[in-house]
């Protein structure tokens, strides 16, 4: 364990705690439900072939294209307020995606493919913290 880095993001979550605390209830929110899930997966590649609606390869395009990268340098430059504010930023997707998406879907291949996605997510809210431990009161 890196002590200083664990640190810095503590400070930084504290800091969004005290001037977005809104945006972090909805980030802590969303991190918690991808995790509670995730943790159904079983270890398997996303297939975005299996993608039936419309939100699932929106969202997944998302992911790829303005999430993932940004993210990943944030965290590996220690940029922790920036890398909050890529994942509230993606939070509004992720809930739509929740609204719109059975993820527990009666066919198997559908399912599993979905929880490796949330799989993925929760792999990169990993990076900063995790949300079930935060305090928001």
């Not at 364990?1 to 605390?21: R, V």
């Not at 980030?27 to 993608?51: C, D, G, H």
Request: net charge negative.
């Amino acid at each position: 364990i890196d002590f200083n880095e664990t640190y810095a993001k503590a400070i930084t979550l504290d800091a969004t705690k005290k001037t977005q605390p809104h945006d972090l209830k909805v980030l802590v929110e969303t991190a918690i439900r991808v995790k509670r899930l995730a943790e159904k997966a079983v270890p398997s590649s996303i297939n975005p072939e299996l993608f039936e609606l419309p939100i699932e390869i929106e969202t997944w395009n998302q992911y790829r294209e303005n999430f993932h990268l940004p993210f990943q340098e944030a965290i590996r430059e220690k940029h922790f307020g920036k890398a909050i504010d890529h994942l509230i930023s993606f939070c509004p997707s992720i809930s739509t995606y929740f609204e719109a998406v059975l993820i527990m879907d009666k066919r198997l291949e559908v399912q599993g493919n979905r929880l490796a996605f949330l799989s993925t997510l929760h792999e990169a809210f990993s990076k900063l913290a995790d949300f079930e431990k935060i305090v928001l009161d």
